[in-house]
T-cell receptor
Framework: DTEVTQTPKHLVMGMTNKKSLKCEQH?????MYWYKQKAKKPPELMFV???????INESVPSRFSPECPNSSLLNLHLHALQPEDSALYLC???????????????FGPGTRLTVL | SQQGEEDPQALSIQEGENATMNCSYK?????LQWYRQNSGRGLVHLIL?????REKHSGRLRVTLDTSKKSSSLLITASRAADTASYFC??????????FGEGTQLTVNP
């Protein structure tokens, strides 16, 4: 299995809702990432988990809360989002852990989030 | 600001022609990677070139890296309509942290 899966594909939520995005990989990768991508812009790193520990938080607002329940799963909990948080949220994984000379990242198809 | 800058921002060619995209960056790197993204979907890794390599090939793709000029180019030969996508360079300056360029939107007309 050489893919990263993400659910749901699309999500529409109000500003008072709580929702979660889910990401899964079964490649035995040690690092997992959340990126945010706005239309016609490159992905922006949000969080990095390495060996199931949060290694990087790129000053992301607390209304985004990541969680890594085990080595294969990565969640992003959403609460009290703003309309400007509407974007494509991408999950990725890589074989090596954070801080080691990198290799390719495998990306999931993304969740298209719309905040009303 | 972003580590990588790409040009052109947009490129439109006919099927069968070659497409060249360029990427410049600012700091020392471990490696440089190229990714493709079809509209609204996830990124697909195309090729990785390490800082001690100058050229790499993969199928119809050719990547060059000039660390003295802090620049890279991606050449797609004999382009196809299916190559229509956004192409991003990404630099790895600190283990596993990718910083993406602004991207080039390639359109290949049948």
């Amino acid at each position: 299995d050489t893919e990263v899966t993400q659910t749901p594909k699309h999500l529409v939520m109000g500003m008072t809702n709580k929702k979660s995005l889910k990401c899964e990989q079964h490649m035995g990768h040690r690092a997992m990432y959340w990126y945010k991508q706005k239309a016609k812009k490159p992905p922006e790193l949000m969080f990095v988990y390495s060996y199931e520990k949060l290694s990087i938080n790129e000053s992301v607002p607390s209304r985004f809360s990541p969680e890594c329940p085990n080595s294969s799963l990565l969640n992003l909990h959403l609460h009290a989002l703003q309309p400007e948080d509407s974007a494509l949220y991408l999950c990725a994984s890589s074989q090596v852990g954070w801080g080691r000379a990198g290799d390719e990242q495998f990306f999931g198809p993304g969740t298209r989030l719309t905040v009303l | 600001s972003q580590q990588g800058e790409e040009d052109p921002q947009a490129l439109s060619i006919q099927e069968g022609e070659n497409a060249t995209m360029n990427c410049s960056y600012k700091t020392s790197i471990n490696n440089l990677q190229w990714y493709r993204q079809n509209s609204g979907r996830g990124l697909v890794h195309l090729i990785l070139i390490r800082s001690n390599e100058r050229e790499k090939h993969s199928g119809r793709l050719r990547v060059t890296l000039d660390t003295s000029k802090k620049s890279s180019s991606l050449l797609i030969t004999a382009s196809r309509a299916a190559d229509t996508a956004s192409y991003f360079c990404a630099t790895d300056a600190y283990g596993s942290r990718l910083t993406f360029g602004e991207g080039t939107q390639l359109t290949v007309n049948p």
